[in-house]
């Protein structure tokens, strides 16, 4: 029933932006936290970012001052805006749903950045 699906990945070359988008279906957006996270081959998942339904924010440090967590609940909708992206970043790229914990995951959208 609940539904998450990734979009906006690509190949971006280094010092380059992407934009990913998770929409969400099939529960109340607005009342649950929105995570990111990824993972390389042969690699853990890792956490990138995260922000609760009131809006605070959490981000890793390999990415702090250059990843951007949004969410837009009109339109049930969260948002990874990456700038200036290094090669480091070349993984996929899951969302993820909850509130104690994440509870539901999306697909995943690769994201591949070339020097």
């Known amino acids: 029933q609940v539904q998450l699906v990734e979009s906006g990945g690509g190949l971006v070359q280094a010092g380059g932006s992407l934009r990913l988008s998770c929409a969400v279906s099939g529960r109340a957006f607005s009342r649950y936290a929105m995570g990111w996270f990824r993972q390389a081959p042969g690699k853990e998942r890792d956490f990138v970012a995260a922000i609760s339904r009131g809006g605070s924010t959490d981000y890793a440090d390999s990415v702090k001052g250059r990843f951007t967590i949004s969410r837009d609940n009109a339109k049930n909708t969260v948002y990874l805006q990456m700038n200036s992206l290094k090669p480091e970043d070349t993984a996929v790229y899951y969302c993820?749903?909850?509130?104690?914990?994440?509870?539901?995951w999306g697909q995943g959208t690769q994201v591949t950045v070339s020097s």
């Open positions: 993820a749903l909850g509130n104690t914990q994440y509870d539901y």
